[in-house]
């Protein structure tokens, strides 16, 4: 019975499941990409700073109604063109007595929602012609890039300003006339990478399991070309809130009792003289914004590229190479 029990032990001891040696713990694993880009995107100093003054403009805009101590078309002649924080007015009013941060603060409600609705159907719309001209290649591709060199022979401002002239100035046909004319840089961005993503291996195991032409471009291409998308994504947010405020202060764009940076730009040019002060808080929130989101766009490009840390490296080795040499 004894010599039994010495048999069973070992026979016990090997069925125990044996943990791999190169197993890591859950805390030690390889972070996954996002959360790689996060913390290259977090040491970038301008990028943080950007990204902190955009939450802040758009929880102004959002908290509008109770951030604004006026409503931003309330006219009171009695009180116009006065001083930066007379009668409770901590920036002035304007030459019918609107106040004026009261309207700075409406006036980004409008422009941060042209921006990112602008920003958003760019995307959409040149994400969808560039993954199929470039997946598809052939007469589809030559097709859509005829397409988008006679859109890039059209001046764009003059275009805008037509379209505007004849359907009206309303902000949907705003946002649309933006997005129109903004997507064929998308389009080529994105037919380049796809140009080189469809000739992966990938590719080629999917088309074998049976995978559509659709499932492959929306499911695995267009998920690994996400990353240029989202930055060109950010850098033109600044880009239609620009087109926005040249068309208001055109007169083409958002019109009274609305307001928008653009429009409060071209409403002061007649006071530059008298009242310069009207100009510079409209144009300041403009550069403030664009500033912010181009450098948001920055960081999350030098997060994204794979050549960035081999720069660092070869710079940091260069440093050392050349401190070595002086002693």
């Not at 032990?9 to 859950?26: G, I, K, R, S």
């Not at 926005?244 to 003289?273: C, D, H, K, R, V």
């Not at 009207?278 to 590229?305: E, M, S």
Request: proline share 5%; hydrophobic share 50%; net charge positive.
């Amino acid at each position: 019975m004894s010599d039994m029990n010495a048999m069973s032990a070992p026979n016990m001891q090997q069925t125990e499941p044996q943990v791999p040696e190169n197993t890591l713990p859950p805390s030690e694993k390889t972070p996954g990409p996002w959360r790689t880009v996060w913390s290259k995107f977090r040491r970038n100093g301008f990028a943080m700073s950007g990204l902190i003054v955009l939450f802040i403009f758009i929880a102004i805009a959002i908290l509008a109604p109770v951030i604004a101590p006026y409503k931003p078309d309330k006219i009171d002649l009695l009180l116009a063109n006065l001083s930066p924080g007379t009668d409770n007015h901590l920036l002035g009013t304007d030459e019918v007595g609107r106040d004026i941060f009261s309207r700075l603060v409406y006036s980004s409600r409008i422009s941060l929602f042209i921006g990112f609705s602008v920003a958003a159907m760019t995307v959409i719309i040149g994400s969808i012609i560039g993954a199929v001209s470039g997946y598809f290649g052939g007469w589809i591709d030559t097709i859509f890039m005829r397409i988008v060199d006679v859109m890039n022979s059209i001046p764009t401002l003059f275009l805008n300003i037509l379209v505007m002239a004849i359907f009206g100035t309303q902000i949907q046909y705003m946002i649309m006339i933006l997005a129109f004319t903004s997507w064929t840089g998308v389009a080529r961005l994105v037919r380049g990478t796809f140009l080189q993503l469809r000739e992966m291996q990938y590719v080629e195991a999917a088309r074998a399991t049976g995978v559509s032409n659709w499932g492959i471009i929306f499911r695995h291409l267009m998920r690994n070309a996400s990353f240029p998308i989202i930055v060109n994504a950010t850098l033109m947010v600044g880009g239609a809130i620009l087109s926005e405020s040249a068309l208001s202060y055109l007169g083409l764009g958002i019109q009274a009792p609305a307001t928008s940076w653009g429009l409060m730009l071209s409403n002061s040019q007649e006071f530059m003289l008298t009242n310069p002060m009207q100009a510079v808080y409209p144009g300041l929130c403009i550069l403030i914004v664009v500033l912010a989101v181009n450098f948001i766009g920055d960081g999350i490009r030098d997060a994204l590229d794979p050549r960035q840390k081999n720069t660092r490296r070869g710079l940091a080795k260069w440093r050392k190479n050349f401190s070595k040499s002086e002693i």
